[in-house]
């Protein structure tokens, strides 16, 4: 995004990347950005602003925990906002985008410091905080505990105490069941329901 006279603009390249990208028109691309605009007239969301964007767009779903982690996602340049383009390429990377992609975008909720790696200590307190939404649906499920402890040795394959983003899409993909229930709820989070 660029600007003019302080004023946030969408650029003609970030136009045309968006409207290749999402299979938007360029007319739909303006409109959404127009929108977004509306509600944050500095071209910017804020954690706030995003909480409560999440819990009007998803009122059924237990996310209230998540939000902070959810809005890694789309902070992808980590100032602490999301402009219009970060918030497009997510949604349409969520909705349209590969296994793969959607994985990598998932991987961003479970690095809190953004290191390119996943930590016990990380997947320990993503659990904990995902954990109302895991046991509503599997109320046989184990102690929050028990679930980190046997995704993290699900994911790292490797045993080096860290988990790559390779080796969480690879167990995510490969059918690792905790693995494949942490990642589900994340894209749940992103999913309406109809």
């Given at each position: 995004m660029g600007s003019k006279n302080g004023k946030p603009m969408l650029r003609e390249e970030d136009i045309t990347q968006l409207a290749?990208?999402?299979?938007?028109?360029?007319?739909?691309?303006?409109?959404?950005?127009?929108?977004?605009?509306?509600?944050?007239?500095?071209?910017?969301?804020?954690?706030?602003?995003?909480?409560?964007?999440?819990?009007?767009?998803?009122?059924?779903?237990?996310?209230?925990?998540?939000?902070?982690?959810?809005?890694?996602?789309?902070?992808?340049?980590?100032?602490?906002?999301?402009?219009?383009?970060?918030?497009?390429?997510?949604?349409?990377?969520?909705?349209?985008?590969?296994?793969?992609?959607?994985?990598l975008k998932i991987f961003r909720i479970f690095d809190m410091n953004s290191d390119g790696v996943i930590s016990k200590k990380e997947?320990?307190?993503?659990?904990?905080?995902?954990?109302?939404?895991?046991?509503?649906?599997?109320?046989?499920?184990?102690?929050?505990?028990?679930?980190?402890?046997?995704?993290?040795?699900?994911?790292?394959?490797?045993?080096?105490?860290?988990?790559?983003?390779?080796?969480?899409?690879?167990?995510?993909?490969?059918?690792?069941?905790?693995?494949?229930?942490?990642?589900?709820?994340?894209?749940?989070?992103?999913?309406?329901?109809?």
């Open positions: 290749q990208t999402s299979g938007l028109d360029r007319k739909q691309v303006e409109e959404h950005f127009n929108g977004f605009m509306a509600e944050h007239p500095n071209g910017k969301m804020n954690k706030k602003g995003f909480t409560t964007m999440l819990s009007k767009a998803l009122p059924k779903k237990d996310a209230s925990k998540m939000d902070k982690h959810v809005f890694r996602v789309y902070d992808t340049n980590l100032d602490g906002f999301i402009d219009f383009v970060e918030f497009m390429v997510v949604y349409y990377v969520m909705a349209d985008g590969s296994p793969e992609e959607v994985l997947l320990t307190r993503l659990v904990k905080d995902m954990y109302g939404m895991i046991k509503s649906e599997s109320p046989e499920m184990e102690s929050k505990e028990m679930v980190a402890k046997s995704a993290f040795a699900e994911m790292d394959k490797d045993t080096d105490g860290k988990i790559t983003t390779e080796e969480f899409i690879s167990a995510c993909l490969g059918q690792e069941e905790l693995s494949r229930i942490l990642a589900l709820k994340c894209v749940d989070i992103f999913v309406q329901d109809d």
